[in-house]
């Protein structure tokens, strides 16, 4: 961690601040942040102790000072209430309660200077609105005004930048890109930021707080290519994680490395201490090997209310079967399969007949570090004559009206990427899952080809559509309706543990040859394969 700033106010920083005994020998400039706006407060060095003229008190607090013959003492007032201050032994007395600043007052030229700890451990006692002191940006935050602190970190991995923000507490944000830029910027009165040195050249120049507002660009670097936005899990501590990935090289004769979007393995190590935010991110490039270790399945719909424009029970057959539990009961059964056939850990996002909101479907993928995430569905037409599986991934743009009805029905349907002067501003990790298109393709093809082999499909067998419920999944990802509930012959079949057993075979299949190819990937790439992964490590508690 280098430069201390605000956002919107210059604070050169002391030195050396250790919050117990804090010595200094440079003038200090404190910013006090309240809804009138922002004043500077500067304090000098004595003896290795950051302190504060009475003058400056006054000036910025409105506190009155004067020397009370009587009692010898300091007496400060503010508000109407006084603080009478011992100059030989620093006690200071507040309507009957003693407190010990750090170090007596001391008498110079220009009159009385008290230890800056006067503000925190006596003047906050009587102040209203609260104050709050916070030395390690210099910043004293009077009453509610919203100004969270912003701990901005880079971690430069090959190809690969993450710009990290620690965020308390969590604020609402935007990330918007710019010419040469990305901005995030904070819905605040101020920021209490603190920017790590910018150490990845290639990919990010600079880190800046933009003055006069709460916003922080990263500069792109020349190798810049691409950038993707990972929002970690809730939590006192908000973790936004901004990645800029490297543009694609000519090939040089080297094998080509992994493209970007190919699913990561979790990244091994230490498990992060109680309390940290536990971030989404994962690798998405560099010497892991990619594979299939945890499936997420979404088995759609569930309860009995309507959320979000989705129905809760999913549409109904003629025979009165719902979706919900035709959904339910196959994502059981392909669970049970995943993991005996291809010793992966497979995930429900319910387990139950309950209410799953659509984005918290994808939340639980991406908490979960999911490499592949399936959501199941029956289809429905106001016809009883369609009939067959179809298989869908993610599009923002280009998708038929058919389409787009299917994503209609299976929750709110996403605006258009292109048009207009739309600016991409929606919050960043609702695209988490444009990274993984590519492969979702591949998935989506392979589950075609796996379903064809078993059972009837639509002529529309591989659509795309603006699915809400793949949009922030931070992996490839597919939506399957295997089948139209609304046709009585197939609402029939789908009933059938026989019918059942054959879709969940066809998708236990398509997950394998996934694996296939990627694994053949890791094979022809240089370099030693890592560790294999637990087989099955326990699934990360849900956000709820
Ligand atoms: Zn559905």
Do not use: C
């Amino acid at each position: 961690m280098l430069a201390v700033a605000l956002a919107a106010a210059v604070v050169v920083s002391g030195r050396g601040q250790a919050p117990a005994q804090p010595t200094t020998t440079t003038s200090t400039v404190w910013t006090v942040i309240s809804t009138d706006g922002r004043r500077p407060m500067a304090t000098t060095p004595s003896n290795g102790r950051e302190m504060v003229t009475t003058d400056e008190l006054g000036r910025v607090f409105g506190v009155e000072f004067r020397e009370d013959p009587l009692t010898r003492g300091l007496s400060l007032t503010v508000q109407g209430k006084t603080i009478v201050i011992s100059p030989t032994t620093g006690l200071a007395s507040i309507g009957g309660r003693v407190v010990t600043l750090s170090t007596p007052p001391v008498r110079g030229e220009r009159g009385w200077s008290l230890p800056m700890d006067v503000v925190d451990r006596a003047l906050a006692l009587v102040y209203q609105p609260r104050l709050d002191v916070r030395p390690a940006t210099h910043l004293i935050v009077v009453g509610d005004t919203r100004v969270p602190r912003v701990q901005v970190r880079l971690e430069n991995q090959p190809r690969l930048a993450r710009v990290h923000f620690d965020v308390t507490p969590a604020t609402p944000h935007t990330v918007v890109v710019e010419p040469g830029r990305i901005i995030v910027r904070f819905d605040a009165t101020a920021l209490d930021l603190e920017l790590a040195a910018a150490g990845a050249p290639d990919l990010v120049l600079a880190l800046r707080a933009l003055p006069n507002t709460t916003a922080v660009a990263i500069d792109e670097g020349p190798r810049y290519g691409t950038y993707r936005v990972v929002e970690g899990a809730e939590g006192p501590t908000h973790r936004t994680t901004v990645e800029l990935i490297a543009a694609e090289t000519p090939a040089t004769g080297q094998p080509a490395p992994a493209t970007p979007g190919l699913p990561g393995q979790p990244t091994p190590g230490q498990p992060a201490p109680p309390g940290t935010p536990a971030p989404e991110t994962k690798p998405v490039l560099g010497p892991e090997a990619p594979s299939i270790h945890t499936v997420v399945i979404d088995p759609g719909h569930g309860g009995d209310v309507d959320v979000e424009g989705v129905r809760g029970p999913g549409a109904r057959g003629p025979a009165g079967t719902f979706e919900k539990h035709v959904t339910l009961t196959i994502a059981r059964m392909l669970k049970s399969a995943l993991e005996a056939r291809l010793g992966v850990r497979a995930l429900l996002t319910r387990e139950d007949d309950r209410t799953v909101y659509l984005d918290e479907r994808a939340a639980f993928a991406n908490n979960n570090k999911a490499d592949l995430f399936i959501s199941l569905h029956l289809n429905a037409s106001v016809s009883q004559k369609p009939s067959g599986a179809e298989v869908f991934f993610l599009s923002l743009d280009g998708y038929s009206p058919e389409a787009r009805r299917v994503a209609q029905m299976e929750g709110a349907v996403l605006p258009s990427a292109t048009g207009g002067d739309r600016t991409i501003e929606m919050m960043l990790w609702e695209m988490a899952q444009l990274q993984h298109l590519e492969q979702s393709a591949v998935v989506a093809g392979l589950v075609e080809q796996t379903l064809r082999s078993r059972v009837k499909m639509s002529p529309r067998a591989i659509q795309q559509a603006p699915f809400r419920v793949l949009v922030g999944a931070n992996m490839p990802a597919v939506l399957v309706e295997v089948g139209f509930i609304s046709n009585p012959d197939e609402e029939k079949l789908l009933g059938t543990h026989a019918y059942q057993l054959r879709l969940v075979d066809a998708l236990v299949d398509a997950v394998g040859r996934y694996r296939t190819q990627l694994q053949s990937r890791r094979s022809a790439a240089p370099g030693p394969a890592p560790a294999a992964a637990p087989s099955t490590p326990p699934p990360a508690p849900r956000t709820p």
